[in-house]
T-cell receptor, first 113, second 114 residues
Framework: DGGITQSPKYLFRKEGQNVTLSCEQN?????MYWYRQDPGQGLRLIYY???????QKGDIAEGYSVSREKKESFPLTVTSAQKNPTAFYLC????????????FGSGTRLTVV | AQSVTQPDIHITVSEGASLELRCNYS??????LFWYVQSPGQGLQLLLK??????LVQGIKGFEAEFKRSQSSFNLRKPSVHWSDAAEYFC????????????FGQGTTLQVKP
């Protein structure tokens, strides 16, 4: 079955460490997105990529970095510069065609300890 | 700037009762509108979407939504709620057909009373 896989589901990080969240899709979608979800704040866009080797900052990119070396993969690194990284992170992809909705992964919950 | 407002943060309905979740958007052109549902600790699942044409859109799980341009609204409805419908619901508007970016509302949490 096609879909998006995010791993790990739960991640704990010590302050000052970088961590990388994995996002893999086998839907052959060109566009991929990272969102951050906090209680009462909906989803906020961190980064997005419309094609391999290209990506753009979203609304809250500070303290995060991404890469898009393969169509299937769009990993997100939460750096030590991110002031408040504890959150639920969602990856999504979108196929070609105007107005297509997103397919979401099941999310990664990151906790800084 | 584009925006989405879901006026109700939390709604409680009795099982079997009808449901309407409100969504208002601000967008300069014809919007692409979506409703998603999220169970706790899970990703979002697409319920339905509107691009053009018939303003009443049918979705999965018995949900429907009506696009009203004059009111800038895209409210989600269900005639009879089931306990399994308890979840968080997000309305989203397509910000740009080129980038495919979606802007999400704050979400409405639905609680279903037995």
């Amino acid at each position: 079955d096609g879909g998006i896989t995010q791993s790990p589901k739960y991640l704990f990080r010590k302050e000052g460490q970088n961590v990388t969240l994995s996002c893999e899709q086998n839907l052959n979608h060109d566009a991929m997105y990272w969102y951050r979800q906090d209680p009462g704040q909906g989803l906020r866009l961190i980064y997005y990529s419309q094609i391999v080797n290209d990506f753009q900052k979203g609304d809250i990119a500070e303290g995060y970095s991404v890469s898009r070396e393969k169509k299937e993969s769009f990993p997100l690194t939460v750096t030590s510069a991110q002031k408040n990284p504890t959150a639920f992170y969602l990856c999504a992809s979108r196929g070609q065609g105007t107005g297509n909705g997103y397919t979401f992964g099941s999310g990664t919950r990151l906790t800084v300890v | 700037a584009q925006s989405v407002t879901q006026p109700d943060i939390h709604i409680t309905v009795s099982e079997g009762a009808s449901l309407e979740l409100r969504c208002n958007y601000s967008y300069g052109a014809t919007p692409y509108l979506f409703w998603y549902v999220q169970s706790p600790g899970q990703g979002l699942q697409l319920l339905l979407k509107y691009f053009s044409g018939d303003t009443l859109v049918q979705g999965i799980k018995g949900f429907e939504a009506e696009f009203k341009r004059s009111q800038s609204s895209f409210n989600l409805r269900k005639p009879s709620v089931h306990w399994s419908d308890a979840a968080e619901y997000f309305c989203a508007v397509g910000a740009s057909s080129n980038t495919g970016k979606l802007i999400f509302g704050q979400g409405t949490t639905l609680q279903v009373k037995p």
